[in-house]
């Protein structure tokens, strides 16, 4: 490979500075060095080294070192001065949260490759612990060092090889499966009617964490309440083995670990329960179920009482309309006794923290909210446009709505010439909208049935249950 020199400004400066402090005897005219050409990107070609192709697959299981990227240069290189790659990775195309990690040369090559483990480690940062495949994006940083000095290629948004490649982590030896059961008390120990915890519709290695709402009598207290968490497999088969318990037989924590082929737990509290169970991390924790959710907040004076709601069908997702305009908080009752805050993260919760919830990037707004209390996640909803559509319009359109001040109340007059069916919908499209009952509207819920006439139609998302009135005109 071609080597000569690089020019480095500091080091064309010192030679400079040295010179010019020389005595000269010829007539006045100074010694100069000539300048070395800067290095730039076109000087230096780079490539991407098998596996790191376009669409390739790499299984960060199979090597210690994954080859990444190669190079040749066209112009000369200074004396010992050496060519460097560092790797940025992201789980997106536009590079958003990417994790740089260090390259080492491959033998006496031109080959720069990654450590496995590193790139394994990140891989699990950015997309959490499954053990199968993942698209990742992967860019190169070049470097020249000279001893200590290391000055970048070009500027720092000169990247190289920006690829796509198919990623297979190294599998840690946990298994999570698609579902999970209790059993003891609550059924009688029957395996066959086990009780069925809930779940997202994410995947079981991105969302780990499984919730059951359980009511336990003061009288089943007394005589021991007893639990086991069966895993799909079992419960398939009709087996005892690989169930899951505690780690001491009739253990009253109401969390810890849990144990395969563990012994069983005894709870002593009773009242309607939250068993949740992460099997990622193999923990479970049980909470008292909370039948709603206040959010108070700048937008309501910080008065839990009069603060919007949000309500459940599962004791685990929550979800209403908050109009917010500042910081704000949930509490599991309309008290201070407790409250749910910010977490490490944005859209995370912790009880009991010590952060407010910010105001959502939208600003001042009417919001969908929803909460998960088995994940401690929450995530809004800016509502820009609320409008019914139904038969009136051909289910083609929305008729829009006009809020009140507090973006609260939305009204509008609606003619029918004819008996009809319609919805409320946010936003104009169906991602968020509510059906029938017209007194006690649900999210996605059937249509509303309305007969021929004029009128003036409130949308009331002040308090629960949420209304719709048709008032004759």
Not at 226 to 244: D, H, N, T
């Amino acid at each position: 490979m071609k080597k000569a020199y690089l020019y480095f400004a500091p080091l064309a400066l010192c030679a400079l500075a040295m010179t010019g402090c020389d005595d000269t005897t010829d007539g006045g005219v100074m010694q100069v060095n000539p300048q070395q050409p800067e290095f730039t990107p076109a000087d230096i070609t780079v490539t991407t080294a098998s596996p790191v192709t376009s669409d390739g697959s790499i299984n960060l299981a199979d090597a210690a070192l994954v080859s990444a990227v190669s190079y040749t240069v066209s112009a000369e290189l200074p004396e010992d001065a050496v060519v460097s790659f560092e790797m940025q990775v992201s789980g997106s195309e536009d590079f958003a949260g990417a994790i740089t990690i260090p390259m080492e040369r491959v033998g006496e090559t031109d080959t720069y490759g990654v450590d496995a483990q590193l790139w394994d480690n990140a891989f699990r940062s950015l997309l959490g612990k499954a053990p199968f495949e993942r698209t990742n994006y992967v860019r190169f940083a070049g470097y020249i060092n000279v001893g200590s000095q290391r000055s970048r290629i070009g500027t720092p948004d000169t990247w190289y090889c920006p690829t796509k490649v198919n990623v297979t982590p190294v599998d840690l030896g946990i298994q999570v499966e698609d579902a999970y059961y209790l059993v003891g008390t609550v059924n009688g120990w029957d395996l066959a009617t086990a009780v069925k915890f809930s779940h997202s519709d994410k995947n079981v290695y991105d969302d780990p964490v499984f919730t059951l709402c359980i009511d336990i009598t003061a009288e089943a207290v007394q005589a021991g309440w007893w639990w086991k968490i069966v895993p799909e497999s079992s419960f398939a088969a009709g087996s005892w083995e690989g169930l899951f318990g505690t780690e001491k037989d009739g253990d009253t924590a109401l969390s810890g670990n849990l144990f395969e082929d563990g012994n069983s737990g005894c709870l002593n509290r009773a009242g309607q329960q939250l068993f949740t169970i992460d099997m990622l991390n193999c923990t479970y924790s049980v909470t008292n179920a909370v039948p709603m959710l206040w959010t108070p907040g700048n937008s309501n004076d910080w008065t839990p009482e009069t603060s919007g709601t949000l309500t459940t069908s599962d004791f685990t997702n929550y979800n209403g309309f908050l109009h917010l305009n500042g910081e704000w908080l949930m509490t599991p009752a309309a008290n201070w006794d407790n409250k749910y805050t910010l977490g490490t993260a944005p859209g995370t919760l912790i009880y009991n923290g010590d952060n407010n919830l910010p105001v959502p990037a939208e600003g001042d707004a009417l919001y969908w909210v929803e909460v998960n209390l088995g994940s401690l996640t929450y995530s809004t909803t800016a509502i820009t446009k609320v409008g019914m559509i139904g038969g009136f319009n051909d289910w083609a359109g929305d008729l829009e709505m006009t809020p009140s001040a507090d973006l609260l109340t939305w009204t509008a007059d609606l003619d029918l010439a004819a008996d009809t069916e319609l919805k409320v919908r946010f936003n104009g499209d169906w991602a968020i909208n509510l059906g029938a009952p017209a007194t006690n509207l649900v999210f996605n819920a059937g249509n509303i049935a309305v007969a021929a006439g004029s009128y003036a139609v409130t949308l009331n998302l002040t308090t629960h249950p949420y209304t719709l009135t048709f008032t004759a005109k």
